[in-house]
């Protein structure tokens, strides 16, 4: 079985910049696209990115655009999250999910992702 790891996540100054990284364990994520959600406080979780299989084929939502850089390393199995100019809204806790039935993102739907980690938090102070 296969479980996804996130790493990262801490306490940073708004304008400030933190990498949270996410890595399988167990049996490998096989063909995969990769994402990352987020959930603020009484808030739904929504997509904040999503990376294809082959690292190439990104997709991000509009309020991280230009901020937010998803990538994956070539050995397919970890991805990257890295978020510059952070804003206070931009705290939650950012879960790190596989969507192991295509290899390109389409829906930016959590329905549509079947393997879920544990989430870490990031906070973002004023």
């Known amino acids: 079985q296969v479980q996804l790891v996130e790493s990262g996540g801490r306490l940073v100054h708004t304008g400030g910049s933190l990498t949270i990284s996410c890595t399988t364990s167990g049996r490998p994520i096989g063909k995969s696209v990769m994402a990352w959600f987020r959930q603020a406080p009484g808030k739904e979780r929504e997509f904040v990115a999503a990376?294809?299989?082959?690292?190439?084929?990104?997709s991000i939502t509009d309020s991280v655009r230009g901020r937010f850089t998803i990538s994956r390393e070539g050995d397919k199995n970890t991805v990257h999250l890295q978020m510059n100019s952070l804003k206070p809204e931009d705290t939650a806790v950012y879960y790190c999910?596989?969507?192991?039935?295509?290899?390109?993102?389409?829906?930016?739907?959590?329905?549509?992702?079947?393997?879920w980690g544990q989430g870490t938090q990031v906070t973002v102070s004023s």
């Open positions: 999910a596989a969507d192991t039935d295509n290899v390109v993102p389409a829906e930016s739907k959590a329905y549509e992702y079947d393997v």
């Open positions: 990376v294809s299989w082959s690292g190439l084929t990104k």
